[in-house]
């Protein structure tokens, strides 16, 4: 192993079947001869920037409420929650006609919370709590008839706003018995969703503000500390109307929320027919962050807290890019660029068991999900394990594409990647570009410069995401891409991508505390290094 420029340390490399003890600076990489451009990513443990925000496992999304009473559902997240940390969870459909939540005979309403409670006790047994999405509407309150998706929700007004506002006081009334009202003080209650597509609402912009004024005043009838907002737009439209109609209307407000997604254009595509191309704008996703908590900053609420409660790379799962390597590194760019604009951005969604063009038949078909239907780890879901990993204290770095931490016990942990967006021919479409084999090349001799690291004895482990590293698309293609998975190729495939680290390694820090470490970085590898004092 060659010499880099760090300092000398005692090294033992741990690898399958063999040890080899050296001192020598830790290298990970082909000599910085090898004609690849030099990245240097610094930190000094002295030099804080502060607290880590971890805004970006506030929340996550699911599909609709009545698949999270699957018990493959409740292991994935049970599992996701653990390893990437998130908090809540916010799906649609919690008053659609299959979670059996009204019914009206005769004009006798009669209420049914069984479902819900499942979901909901379930929730809070595995840490989290719901950002609870008011929809759709029961068939037997609908004005109209007019549903969307294979289950059906109906996206209609209540046909009786004096009804609709008893619905959501007694549902708001039942939570607050059940589960304490200290408890849902700390949920969100927001009202519907994608108010500003026809497909999702049917009715005006004046016409969504009065439900959301009917149905935040019924939430506040039950305590004035339940935290509701809107208005749950695509495409971060109506910010500004709706603050100014919740002024002017004294209406009750504790947030906002809106989505956004990293395409060129176009909203709702559930079936992928349209085909999408990611937006080539480098700000995609975050500018429309940062964009829109200027627009609350300069309105007559600027201390509004803003929400992005849907956000991925496509608005459509049927695209592949969310099953592609390529993912991790983007989710990364977006979650670092947006920064301290947003209060939360919940990712779009934590699993491929989303039904809302009905059942999939395929394994891999560029699913929303972190995980796929079978619980495989796509490249996605690391990003978020990573972020998740990182220690609470941020140590302040001039590379943007990256974060250093620290956390208590005196481990270190740097996330260091490279997003680069790929550049598909003009007419090529992510349906059709990200289903292939996409090899990627190296592009950096990376060099992690650690100072003011205590003395002593480290565990130094490396992990990567990248091409044909923990990426389950590519070991997918490698069986063939069937349309149903045996055992053993689940078991293949998680195999290759089970997020084991690369290299482990021991090293001693002598007293002057600088640690380098230099390793290769390919265009969109993610590399997670984290040492552990022993």
Request: proline letters at 4%; glycine letters at 8%.
């Amino acid at each position: 192993m060659k010499k880099s420029a760090g300092i000398h340390c005692l090294l033992v490399i741990i690898t399958a079947g063999w040890l080899l003890h050296l001192t020598a600076s830790i290298s990970f990489a082909e000599p910085a001869q090898n004609g690849l451009a030099e990245r240097i990513v610094s930190a000094d443990l002295r030099q804080i920037k502060g607290p880590l925000n971890t805004m970006f496992k506030t929340c996550v999304g699911a599909g609709r409420a009545n698949e999270g009473l699957r018990a493959d559902w409740q292991r994935q997240l049970t599992r996701v929650h653990e390893q990437c940390g998130f908090n809540y969870i916010r799906m649609h459909g919690l008053f659609c006609d299959d979670m059996g939540v009204y019914h009206d005979r005769a004009g006798r309403p009669e209420y049914n919370w069984q479902y819900i409670d499942e979901l909901f006790d379930f929730l809070l047994s595995i840490g989290m709590k719901p950002f609870v999405e008011i929809g759709f509407m029961p068939a037997d309150l609908a004005s109209g008839s007019q549903k969307i998706f294979w289950w059906r929700g109906n996206v209609t007004l209540p046909k009786d706003f004096n009804k609709w506002a008893e619905l959501i006081q007694a549902f708001t009334r039942h939570v607050s018995d059940r589960y304490g009202e200290e408890e849902v003080k700390q949920w969100y209650f927001e009202v519907w969703n994608e108010p500003n597509l026809s497909g999702f609402f049917k009715g005006s912009q004046q016409d969504y503000f009065h439900l959301y004024d009917v149905t935040a005043k019924a939430i506040k009838s039950v305590s004035a500390d339940y935290r509701v907002g809107g208005p749950a737009t695509a495409g971060c439209g109506w910010i500004s109307d709706f603050i100014d109609f919740c002024v002017t209307q004294s209406s009750p407000v504790d947030f906002v929320s809106t989505h956004t997604y990293g395409v060129e254009k176009g909203f709702l595509d559930e079936k992928g027919n349209a085909g999408t191309v990611l937006s080539k704008n480098p700000r995609s996703i975050y500018g429309e962050m940062i964009d829109t908590r200027n627009k609350i900053r300069g309105s007559k609420l600027p201390e509004l807290e803003l929400h992005f409660t849907e956000w991925s790379s496509s608005y459509t799962p049927a695209d592949p890019f969310h099953d592609s390597y390529h993912s991790a590194a983007y989710i990364l760019d977006k979650v670092k660029g947006a920064g301290n604009s947003v209060d939360s951005m919940s990712y779009w969604v934590f699993t491929d068991i989303f039904e809302e063009p009905g059942p999939r038949f395929t394994p891999f078909h560029g699913g929303f999900g972190l995980v796929n239907i079978q619980g495989i780890n796509k490249p996605a879901f690391y990003a978020y394990q990573f972020m998740n990993r990182l220690g609470d204290t941020e140590l302040q770095t001039v590379d943007t594409a990256s974060w250093v931490c620290r956390d208590k016990r005196g481990g270190i942990q740097a996330l260091i990647w490279d997003y680069s967006l790929e550049q598909p021919a003009p007419t090529e479409s992510n349906q059709v570009h990200y289903k292939r084999d996409l090899p990627s090349h190296s592009k950096w001799n990376t060099t992690l410069k650690l100072s003011g690291v205590s003395a002593g004895q480290y565990t130094l482990s490396v992990y990567r995401v990248g091409y044909r590293a923990n990426d389950a698309y590519s070991a997918y293609m490698d069986t063939g891409s069937p349309s149903q998975l045996s055992r053993a190729q689940i078991d293949y495939i998680k195999s290759m991508s089970d997020g084991k680290p690369e290299r482990v390694s021991v090293i001693k820090v002598a007293s002057d505390g600088t640690v380098h470490e230099t390793f290769t970085l390919k265009d969109n590898d993610v590399c997670f290094i984290t040492l552990t004092k022993q």
